[in-house]
Every structure is written in structure tokens, then in C-alpha cells.
């Protein structure tokens, strides 16, 4: 495995929880985040299915590529999901508070 690839998924993780300073908080809104992770998982699905298809077509040799970018988009999308299920409950819980 090779460094890149670990600074890929480091980045990723990033993207999701950084902050970065008071003008940068109040241009990006939430639905801007949410479209940039959504636009993450595609890309990396992307990816995935390149290396896959690279492998099958005989391009590629590298089983590790292909697996690694498998990986990688397996997880972005669960966590993609595990967000979705948080916003969901949040949202579930305001709209039975009492008031």
C-alpha cells in the first residue's frame, strides 16, 4: 500500500470534519458539504470500477490497486450512510419534542 493511497483516505476524512475559520464557516452551508461528500463517493466508485474493469480487460495485473479502490468506496459509503442515518435521527428526535 502505498502512501498516496493512505493520503487519500486521510483527506477524505478531512474534508468532512474541518474547520476552517470564521469566513470559510459561514460561506460553506450544509448542503454544500453534503453535496462535496456525495461528489467524493461517486468519484471514488468511480475508481473502483476503473481498477476493476482494468483488471478484468487484462490492463492491469495489480490485484491490490483494484481492491484497495474497492475498499475505499465501501467505506465512503458506509460512511456516507452512518451520516445519513445521524441526520435522519436528529431530525426524528427535534420533531418530537414537545413544545
Do not use: C, P, W
Not at 32 to 47: G, P, W
Request: hydrophobic share 45%; aromatic share 6%; glycine share 4%.
Amino acid at each position: 500500500m502505498s502512501v498516496e493511497s493512505i493520503k487519500g483516505v486521510m483527506s477524505s476524512a478531512q474534508a468532512f470534519s474541518q474547520t476552517q475559520g470564521a469566513t470559510q464557516k459561514s460561506q460553506a452551508n450544509f448542503s454544500n458539504i453534503l453535496s462535496e461528500a456525495i461528489d467524493y463517493v461517486k468519484q471514488t466508485e468511480a475508481e473502483a470500477a476503473k481498477a476493476n474493469a482494468a483488471l478484468l480487460t487484462g490492463e492491469s495485473t495489480d490485484l491490490h490497486t483494484a481492491l484497495i479502490a474497492a475498499q475505499k468506496a465501501e467505506i465512503a459509503i458506509s460512511y456516507t450512510v452512518e451520516i445519513r442515518n445521524r441526520v435522519l435521527e436528529a431530525y426524528n428526535n427535534i420533531m418530537n419534542m414537545q413544545v
